[in-house]
């Protein structure tokens, strides 16, 4: 069975310009996850949905920051406009959304903003 | 609020066992899960107390007893893969399965 799919794996662009991270969670699951990972911050919940719906976007940083759920199967994660501060890994995840159930995380998007 | 703490390194030699600690401030949650990763890759799910007690899962066990906070994840046989770091986690009461990380703690095998 596919995992949870990020892409791009990589991505390096210069301050200012817009950035969208795609995801793909595992088919069935209905709650999905972003994640930042700094050494300084550590790993950072950024926003969640549940069905489609978010849900907690408490730990998205400034306004710049912005995500969407349209259906089940697909999220974007979307920096407009990007600054070198952002320069992170983002991860996805996704899960069953009940209790005692793992949450599975994509590969992670690695951020460089010049 | 919520607040995990794990000690930020261990190191260990090659067949030994070690523990990692994690103590957290919170209430009104499901339970206490553990996570691997390895340098550059994502995070994966090891083992989940929702209970007071041991679970284990081969190599590794984990404990949780709520009454002081506290829980662990224990790795017995270290081998060399075993070098990653270890995030625990709690589930929040009502929350959809939103997990609350620690800082994670990473683990050095050394031969």
């Known amino acids: 069975d596919a995992g949870v799919i990020q892409s791009p794996r990589h991505e390096v662009t210069e301050m200012g310009q817009e950035v969208t991270l795609r995801c793909k969670p595992i088919?069935?699951?209905?709650?999905l996850f972003w994640y930042r990972q700094t050494m300084m911050r550590g790993l950072e919940l950024l926003i969640y949905?549940?069905?489609?719906?978010?849900?907690?976007d408490s730990g998205m940083p400034e306004d710049r920051f912005s995500a969407k759920m349209p259906n089940a199967s697909f999220s974007t994660l979307k920096i407009q406009p990007s600054e070198p501060r952002d320069s992170a890994v983002y991860f996805c995840a996704s899960s069953l959304g009940s209790s005692n159930q793992p949450q599975h995380f994509g590969d992670g998007t690695r951020l460089s903003i010049l | 609020g919520q607040s995990l703490e794990q000690p930020s390194e261990v190191t260990a030699v090659e067949g030994a066992i070690v523990q990692i600690n994690c103590t957290y401030q919170?209430?009104?949650?499901?339970?206490l899960s553990w996570y691997q990763q390895h340098d550059g890759g994502a995070p994966t799910f090891l083992s989940y107390?929702?209970?007071?007690g041991l679970e284990e899962t081969g190599r590794f066990s984990s404990f949780l007893s709520r009454s002081d906070s506290y829980g662990y994840l224990l790795l017995q046989e270290l081998q060399m893969k075993d070098s990653a770091s270890y995030f625990c986690?709690?589930?929040?009461?009502?929350?959809?399965?939103?997990?609350?990380f620690g800082q994670g703690t990473e683990l050095s095998v050394k031969p």
């Open positions: 088919s069935g699951h209905n709650s």
């Open positions: 949905f549940n069905n489609n719906v978010p849900i907690d």
């Open positions: 986690a709690v589930e929040i009461y009502n929350q959809g399965g939103k997990l609350i």
């Open positions: 107390n929702a209970l007071d």
């Open positions: 919170t209430s009104g949650f499901y339970g």
